[in-house]
T-cell receptor, first 111, second 113 residues
Framework: EPEVTQTPSHQVTQMGQEVILRCVPISNHLYFYWYRQILGQKVEFLVSFYNNEISEKSEIFDDQFSVERPDGSNFTLKIRSTKLEDSAMYFC?????????FGPGTRLTVT | AQSVTQPDIHITVSEGASLELRCNYSYGATPYLFWYVQSPGQGLQLLLKYFSGDTLVQGIKGFEAEFKRSQSSFNLRKPSVHWSDAAEYFCAVGASNTDKLIFGTGTRLQVFP
């Protein structure tokens, strides 16, 4: 069964550093999403992406965040200058008829 | 504002017992409703979803959920729980089948043998 994959599984970075989280959505999907889950809290929507542009973003997704689909298969989330409060599990998701498929997540730890 | 409430933070059941996890939503239009399961260290797996039609929907792993518009609820049920069902369960709501999802805070299910 096709699945969404994410790399790395765990990323440790220092405050102020840039990080790029990578996702490979399911190949025929058209809608892509990033969510995050701070430890012990609910899953929160960050951004949705369709037709090579952001279709919606939350208030969390400020100027420090950006997304890109650089080559038609990868979907990346960049955090330009990480803060301690960016420490969380980041989930990529993709779908056509609904957000049915989530990746296993990347745990980001900012020290 | 859109919101999802899962009133039970933690539920413990014996293996073989029936299960019902509660979910209430607040939404202005007809909601698209989802249940996801998350095992420790894993991603979110879709159990089932409701868009329209029959209000009782069947999902994977023997789960079902019933949409009750009058109660703004979408409770998840399973007639006989297995030890492998121990996980965190999230209810979510969206405006369409491609819209962002609003998640509840989750219910952690513990299963005793």
């Amino acid at each position: 069964e096709p699945e969404v994959t994410q790399t790395p599984s765990h990323q440790v970075t220092q405050m102020g550093q840039e990080v790029i989280l990578r996702c490979v959505p399911i190949s025929n999907h058209l809608y892509f999403y990033w969510y995050r889950q701070i430890l012990g809290q609910k899953v929160e929507f960050l951004v949705s992406f369709y037709n090579n542009e952001i279709s919606e973003k939350s208030e969390i997704f400020d100027d420090q965040f950006s997304v890109e689909r650089p080559d038609g298969s990868n979907f990346t989330l960049k955090i330009r200058s990480t803060k301690l409060e960016d420490s969380a599990m980041y989930f990529c998701a993709s779908g056509n008829t609904g957000v049915g498929y989530f990746g296993p997540g990347t745990r980001l730890t900012v020290t | 504002a859109q919101s999802v409430t899962q009133p039970d933070i933690h539920i413990t059941v014996s293996e073989g017992a029936s299960l019902e996890l509660r979910c209430n939503y607040s939404y202005g239009a007809t909601p698209y409703l989802f249940w996801y399961v998350q095992s420790p260290g894993q991603g979110l797996q879709l159990l089932l979803k409701y868009f329209s039609g029959d209000t009782l929907v069947q999902g994977i792993k023997g789960f079902e959920a019933e949409f009750k518009r009058s109660q703004s609820s979408f409770n998840l049920r399973k007639p006989s729980v297995h030890w492998s069902d121990a996980a965190e369960y999230f209810c979510a709501v969206g405006a369409s089948n491609t819209d962002k999802l609003i998640f509840g805070t989750g219910t952690r299910l513990q299963v005793f043998p």
